[in-house]
């Protein structure tokens, strides 16, 4: 005999993102990862920011505000329609972006405006261990 017939058991709620399986952990745990970076520099040797930076800038969710924002400022309701993830983590990835140096705030009313830094592009190659001419030769 088969047991009574039981209602499906509702699947645990999942983190909606275009990246699945090891990915998706990988994920997770470079979130902790680049927080202890965002951290360490603050009051690091150069190599260490360096070393910051790109961990912050390596996070997928990251990438895709930083991408956003390089085509124009947005506040978070904009920025939260691109990325796929829940406000709360939305804004603590601006957190670490922030703190980086990478993304400026604005106040416009009760609003707060996001944009990529005017010096973004070229913090972001310095910290590289080569120069972009050193890869196209």
Known sequence: TTPPSMPPRAS???????WAGAELEAYT?????STMAVATERNADPALAAVALL???ADPVRWTVLSRLGEAPACV?????HV??????????LKVLRDTG?????????????AL??????RITAALPF???????
């Open 131 to 137: 120069t972009p001419a050193q890869v196209m030769s």
């Open 77 to 81: 309701c904009n920025l939260g329609e």
């Open 12 to 18: 645990p709620r999942r983190l909606i993102t275009p």
């Open 55 to 57: 961990s912050a800038i």
């Open 117 to 122: 830094a005017p010096d973004a592009w070229e």
């Open 102 to 114: 990478l993304v400026t705030t604005s106040r416009r009313g009760r609003w707060i405006d996001y």
């Open 84 to 93: 796929p993830i829940a406000a709360n983590l939305l804004s603590y990835h």
């Open 29 to 33: 745990s470079n979130m902790a990862e």
